[in-house]
Nanobody, 124 residues
Framework: QVQLVESGGGLVQAGGSLRLSCAASGRTFSPYGMGWFRQAPGKEREFVTAIRWSDGNTYYGDSMKGRFAISRDNAKNMVYLQMDSLKPEDTAVYSC?????????????????WGQGTQVTVSS
């Protein structure tokens, strides 16, 4: 069983930055990749970014390119999401997810495990 726990959410002004963390635990944690998704009230879940565990290749949603950066620490089973130049429309619950086999990173259905999420609120 894999458990994912996010942290680092909060309230920030537009133009500010936040760094989210996702701690993964489990006896046999060895994901194919990990990703971040977000969901704002009344909206569908949206792909933010993902990283392939083996080689660190990264993937981004169009509106996040150049502002968000995903990274990982394999030794600590941690994934990070650095968010810069935040906008009010980035307000959402951000969730970390892990997938165990080769898949389409952009699809939420590809991920086996999910964290509870952390709230990010960007004020104007």
């Amino acid at each position: 069983q894999v458990q994912l726990v996010e942290s680092g959410g909060g309230l920030v002004q537009a133009g500010g930055s936040l760094r989210l963390s996702c701690a993964a635990s489990g006896r046999t944690f060895s994901p194919y990749g990990m990703g971040w998704f977000r969901q704002a009230p009344g909206k569908e879940r949206e792909f933010v970014t993902a990283i392939r565990w083996s080689d660190g290749n990264t993937y981004y949603g169009d509106s996040m390119k150049g502002r968000f950066a995903i990274s990982r620490d394999n030794a600590k089973n941690m994934v990070y999401l650095q968010m810069d130049s935040l906008k009010p429309e980035d307000t959402a619950v951000y969730s970390c997810a892990a997938c165990s086999r080769a898949t389409n990173f952009y699809r939420a259905s590809a991920y086996n495990y999910w964290g509870q999420g952390t709230q990010v609120t960007v004020s104007s």
